[in-house]
């Protein structure tokens, strides 16, 4: 997988908006961006993807720099159930055999704060 | 309701004993996975299965098996042979092998050995 490069850990107010970074300063052309988060004790939950335009969902928006070296998550309204492990994820393109084809790094840990 | 359930939540393992997971969806994916997570640690892929009857070895396959007999169904059995099986077990499934990168997971089984 593409490196990412996450901060290790972040808080947000609740009802703030909160801004999750990532840098993939390696993705090539037609490698997508993933998120998931994970909270505690749970399975990841996938978020949203995107390629070179932004994104949005019904959990949140997806920006992605136009030299695609870069994104940001952003949650609208951070509410505290949304305190979890985010994870920026860039699979590689590969049509062999699986391995990790979901690397699950270091992500960041996001406190949402009462 | 859609999703992924597994079972137990919680299970408990003595020494030289086989365990079986279940991990079970009503997606209608035809792509399923099993992951291990340690503390702290990132997820790594144990089986995953592109298609009913199908399966194939992840990156960590020694001391586990699998069976892809229904569609819906991906059971995982901790053999006495995998000699650190005290993990968060977690499952995932995605539409089609194509899509592998986005996908859904169970709740989670947390493996103990007694």
């Known amino acids: 997988d593409a490196k990412t490069t996450q901060p290790p850990s972040m808080d947000c107010a609740e009802g703030r908006a909160a801004n999750l970074p990532c840098n993939h300063s390696?993705?090539?052309?037609?490698?997508?961006v993933y998120w998931y988060r994970q909270i505690h004790s749970q399975g990841p939950q996938y978020i949203i993807h995107g390629l070179k335009n932004n994104e949005t969902n019904e959990m949140a928006s997806l920006i992605i720099t136009e030299d695609r070296k870069s994104s940001t998550l952003i949650l609208p309204h951070a509410t505290l159930r949304d305190t979890a492990v985010y994870y920026c994820?860039?699979?590689?393109?590969?049509?062999?055999?699986?391995?990790?084809?979901?690397?699950f790094g270091g992500g960041t840990r996001v406190l949402v704060k009462p | 309701d859609g999703g992924i359930t597994q079972s137990p939540k919680y299970l408990f393992r003595k020494e030289g004993q086989n365990v079986t997971l279940s991990c079970e969806q009503n997606?209608?994916?035809?792509?399923m996975y099993w992951y291990r997570q340690d503390p702290g640690q990132g997820l790594r892929l144990i089986y995953y299965?592109?298609?009913?009857?199908?399966?194939q070895k992840g990156d960590i396959a020694e001391g586990y098996s699998v069976s892809r007999e229904k569609k819906e169904s991906f059971p995982l059995t901790v053999t006495s042979a995998q000699k650190n099986p005290t993990a968060f077990y977690l499952c995932?499934?995605?539409?089609?092998?194509?899509?592998?990168?986005?996908?859904?997971f169970g709740p989670g089984t947390r493996l103990l050995v007694l």
């Open positions: 994820i860039v699979p590689e393109k590969s049509h062999q055999a699986a391995g990790n084809k979901l690397t």
């Open positions: 390696t993705i090539s052309g037609n490698e997508y």
């Open positions: 299965s592109q298609i009913v009857n199908d399966f």
């Open positions: 997606l209608n994916h035809d792509a």
């Open positions: 995932a499934s995605s539409i089609d092998w194509d899509r592998k990168e986005t996908q859904y």
